[in-house]
C-alpha cells in the first residue's frame, strides 16, 4: 500500500529556512514524479514545486524554494528558504498518477498519491 508521510513542518520567522521530508513506501519510488502542494487558510491547495529530471517551481516561490530528491531513501524534500507570511499553508506531497517522468507536472490531477500534510508557519 502506497504511503506518503511529510515531516519537517513547523513556526518560523519571516527570512528564515525550513526543510520539508516526504518518505514514500509501497512504490517504486524513482519511478514517479514527485510533487509539493499547499494549502494556506481558507484557501485553495495550490502547486509549489515538482520534480522528475529537473526542479519546476510556482513563481511564488522560484528563487526560494528547492524540491530534490533521494531516491536511495525514497524521500523527496523542501528546502525553503527566505520564508515569508505568505508561506504559511499546510504543505502536501505527492506522487505522480502515471509512471515515468513528467514535465511541469503543476496539476493536481496528475497525482495520484497524497501525504495528510504538514504543518509550515511562518511570523513577520
Known amino acids: 500500500q502506497v504511503q506518503l508521510v511529510e515531516s519537517g513542518g513547523g513556526l518560523v520567522q519571516a527570512g528564515e529556512s525550513l526543510r520539508l521530508s516526504c518518505a514514500a513506501s509501497?512504490?517504486?519510488?524513482?519511478?514517479?514524479?514527485m510533487g509539493w502542494f499547499r494549502q494556506a487558510p481558507g484557501k485553495e491547495r495550490v502547486f509549489v514545486a515538482s520534480?522528475?529530471?529537473?526542479?519546476y517551481y510556482a513563481d511564488s516561490v522560484k528563487g526560494r524554494f528547492t524540491i530534490s530528491r533521494d531516491n536511495a531513501k525514497n524521500t523527496v524534500y523542501l528546502q525553503m528558504n527566505d520564508m515569508k507570511p505568505e508561506d504559511t499553508a499546510v504543505y502536501y506531497c505527492?506522487?505522480?498518477?502515471?509512471?515515468?517522468?513528467?514535465?511541469?507536472?503543476?496539476?493536481?490531477?496528475?497525482?495520484?498519491?497524497w501525504g495528510q500534510g504538514t504543518q509550515v508557519t511562518v511570523s513577520s
Open positions: 505527492a506522487a505522480s498518477r502515471v509512471p515515468g517522468l513528467l514535465l511541469r507536472a503543476r496539476s493536481e490531477n496528475q497525482y495520484k498519491y
Open positions: 509501497g512504490l517504486t519510488f524513482s519511478s514517479y514524479t
Open positions: 520534480i522528475s529530471g529537473t526542479g
